[in-house]
């Protein structure tokens, strides 16, 4: 079935460690996106990318990378320079960003910083 | 991109219908409304969208206000799966969806 893939579900992480969440979608999408969501709260815009080999930073964006070699993947690297990285990371593909821009979201991938 | 309003939170019966409201004042002529809603723990799912007419789809409907300013999000029959935060954002094609804190709509048998 076509659809978003998070992994890890669960993270858990030591302060000073670089993480990677992975996205993989096969819904052959352009545009891809990294949200997080802290208890009780929206969702935040880390990372975007409109097509391979391009991202834009997003509302909150410091202390988080990315990278898009590949259509379907889209893996985000929260750093040890992310103040409080412990929340909700949501990855979410669109057909385009230029459209009516449907989200699909993926399950998301807890991550704990101990 | 107009900013919403939404209540906090919102109680309905099972069976009956979930009427959601969304106030978007400033909304301009070329943005959307679109609703999200989250079930505990889950991604986001899409629901619908519109722009002026009202639209429906085998989830909702959506009622806008003729002068744009608010809109209404139903859901016929609720269910107690249907219990979710529920997200109303404005939005113009191209931009970024920016999520707020959404209504928590409980749905009680």
């Known amino acids: 079935d076509g659809g978003i893939t998070q992994s890890p579900k669960y993270l858990f992480r030591k302060e000073g460690q670089n993480v990677t969440l992975s996205c993989e979608q096969n819904?052959?999408?352009?545009?891809m996106y990294w949200y997080r969501q802290d208890p009780g709260q929206g969702l935040r815009l880390i990372y975007y990318s409109q097509i391979v080999n391009d991202f834009q930073k997003g509302d909150i964006a410091e202390g988080y990378s990315v990278s898009r070699e590949k259509k379907e993947s889209f893996p985000l690297t929260v750093t040890s320079a992310q103040k409080n990285p412990t929340a909700f990371y949501l990855c979410?593909?669109?057909?385009?960003?230029?459209?009516?821009?449907?989200?699909?979201f993926g399950e998301g991938s807890r991550l704990t910083v101990l | 991109d107009a900013k919403t309003t939404q209540p906090p939170s919102m109680d309905c019966a099972e069976g009956r219908a979930a009427n959601l409201p969304c106030n978007h004042s400033t909304i301009s002529g070329n943005e959307y409304v679109y609703w999200y809603r989250q079930i505990h723990s889950q991604g986001p799912q899409y629901i619908i969208h519109?722009?002026?007419n009202n639209e429906t789809n085998e989830m909702a409907s959506l009622i806008i206000t003729e002068d744009r300013k608010s809109s209404t999000l139903i859901l016929p029959h609720a269910t107690l799966r249907d219990t979710a935060v529920y997200y109303c954002?404005?939005?113009?094609?191209?931009?970024?969806?920016?999520f707020g804190a959404g209504t928590i709509l409980r749905v009680k048998s």
């Open positions: 954002i404005v939005r113009r094609y191209g931009n970024k969806l920016v």
């Open positions: 819904l052959n999408h352009d545009a």
């Open positions: 519109g722009l002026k």
């Open positions: 979410a593909s669109s057909i385009d960003s230029a459209g009516p821009g449907e989200l699909f």
